[in-house]
């Protein structure tokens, strides 16, 4: 009865499974938090979805942008890149069956301990607001009267500052923008798309997400930014994107001793 959590798999199932073997991940009695990125730039997507998928209650999911991505794509909203290797899934015959499966996944994960989301929770919101900002996103990817309508106007960094009074797409895209692609921000709450991985060169005037004063009051779990290398200097915040995609390590956190596992993304 172990609570895991792992960070982005990106279609990674070789490294997925020997993780699940090194850590003897017992798929009847654990549960596996999974911070979102389950797909894209890796060559097993579908097996990695399957897998998650058939754990029911034993997995707690977020998703990512990557998610998201492979969701907009299935319905024409995104076209995929050159970089894209969501081929597999977009042609298996159960791709209908997972992406409405990935549907009904919220963007926040969490307990009495711990918060998850794929990019973090941004310091301008308390963990109540957070949460129910994340709900209304994930009602109108639920719903199959607006979820295609969401998905085709999903895209975009404008707005890049939270405001209450925001409505409709912009509202919604500036939340999942927060949730799923943040990584440096201003004392303001601005969001800056433009630098690169390395924390620790950001815009002037802005910092990574977690050195702002946080009102979360929880334990934060979150992946995305890989360029961390699985180290945030905030306590009681775990990065765990460990870039298992780009020749890194793949990693999960055991939530009852906060010990690390890790395997090499090759042999
Ligand atoms: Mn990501």
Request: charged content about 20%; glycine content about 8%; proline content about 4%.
């Amino acid at each position: 009865m172990t609570d895991w959590a792992i960070g982005d798999i990106q279609g990674c199932a070789d490294a997925f499974f020997r993780l699940l073997k090194k850590t003897a991940f017992d798929p009847n009695h654990d549960t596996l938090w999974v911070a979102g990125d389950m797909v894209n730039r890796g060559h097993d997507n579908l097996s990695v979805l399957r897998y998650i998928k058939a754990l029911g209650q034993q997995a707690r999911i977020v998703l990512g942008n990557h998610d998201l991505h492979l969701i907009a794509a299935s319905v024409g909203a995104r076209k995929l890149t050159p970089k894209d290797t969501l081929h597999d899934v977009i042609t298996a015959p159960d791709c209908d069956e997972l992406v409405t499966w990935l549907r009904q996944q919220p963007l926040i994960q969490c307990d009495a301990q711990f918060m998850m989301s794929h990019a973090g929770i941004p310091h301008i919101w308390t963990e109540a607001q957070a949460l129910s900002l994340a709900q209304s996103v994930s009602q109108s990817l639920q719903s199959d009267e607006t979820y295609r309508h969401f998905l085709f106007d999903m895209y975009g960094n404008a707005p890049d500052q939270w405001h209450d009074t925001l409505t409709g797409t912009a509202r919604l895209r500036v939340i999942t923008n927060y949730l799923t692609r943040m990584r440096f921000i201003n004392a303001n709450g601005n969001l800056d798309f433009t630098a690169k991985e390395d924390p620790n060169n950001g815009p002037a005037g802005y910092t990574p997400w977690f050195e702002q004063p946080t009102q979360t009051k929880r334990q934060l779990i979150f992946g995305h930014w890989a360029g961390l290398e699985g180290r945030c200097p905030t306590p009681h915040m775990h990065a765990l994107d460990t870039g298992c995609v780009w020749g890194g390590q793949l990693t999960m956190l055991n939530l009852d001793t906060l010990e690390r596992t890790c395997v090499d993304a090759s042999r």
